[in-house]
């Protein structure tokens, strides 16, 4: 993290998203709260990190607006996490980034895998167009480019790639 | 990234991914070697660091065989960096990552976007179970499970989700 940042990065979706879920262990805090979890001795076990390090980084989760406190009990007052809407707009991520983990390996040497929660069966996550339902590897089909928004240093970087809406 | 790492994490695919793609100049590099960038030059001007820290990230892409180098000049014999397939499978979580990005934004506010190459069309990346074409938006119907290979501490984990595949 940090260091300096190329003028497109504040524009940047992919750059903003890393910036905000980019930090290891906010991931797998994420993934703890995708499995249920909400507490905070809950996440520290799960986890197996300081008491320090867990406060900062579910400082940084609430500040992104990805997790929110509730308190759960009073006299002592007691908060637990959940996840915000937004927090939840990330599972997508984290259940691509589990099957590219997956795809490595036969169905036989996975350790955790998604399944659907009715049939049990394993579930083959891909990334499509929901317009078209096309999926998305193919990186000669599908390309990054400036969009409406982009700066000049960002269309710099893609002049030839101009969407449509912006062509008129 | 250090620190202790709980029993199961080992075998958990998004703790493995997070630890090779978890780094945030990790998927900056591979952005641009998706948009076509290959050379030490490139990536440093496009990124803005220094040519140590450029020289670390690199070395671990070639370590975890998401790049590899290719030699493009002789005398003297200088290299370029170029996706390999398992670098190349990784796209699918760029995009999503990116699109993540911009669903926070309303489409004119958008400055990078994915478009179809042919018809310069904005497209929608949504994640998919392949076999039912269902989408794995829902936290309630599709869950992690343990996988056929799982740990003691990892069934713990997931004591009521085990996979019918495993449940013979």
């Known amino acids: 993290m940090g260091g ?11 750059s903003t998203a890393i910036e905000q879920v980019g930090e290891w262990w906010t991931l797998l805090i994420l993934h703890d709260a995708f499995d249920g979890y909400t507490r905070f ?6 986890l197996g990190i300081s008491s320090s390090m867990l406060t900062s980084r579910l400082k940084a989760l ?18 637990e996490y959940v996840l915000t809407d937004l927090g939840r707009s990330l599972r997508p991520v984290l ?4 099957a590219w983990g997956n ?12 399944i659907d929660a009715d049939t049990g069966n394993e579930v083959e996550p891909v990334v499509i167009d929901a317009k078209t339902g096309r999926r998305l590897d193919d990186s ?29």
């Not at 509730?70 to 908060?79: A, I, L």
């Open 95 to 98: 259940v691509a980034l589990a």
């Open 41 to 46: 001795d809950q996440f520290q076990e799960n």
């Open 62 to 79: 609430l500040a992104d607006g990805l997790l929110e406190r509730r308190p759960y009990q009073t006299n002592p007052v007691r908060h």
């Open 140 to 168: 000669n089909a599908y390309v990054f480019a400036a969009g409406p928004a982009a700066s000049t240093a960002m269309r710099n970087r893609y002049p030839d790639r101009m969407p449509l809406s912006t062509n008129r």
């Open 103 to 114: 795809t490595r390996l036969a169905p036989e040497e996975r350790s955790m895998i998604l």
């Open 4 to 14: 300096r940042i190329r003028a497109e990065d504040k524009e940047c979706p992919l």
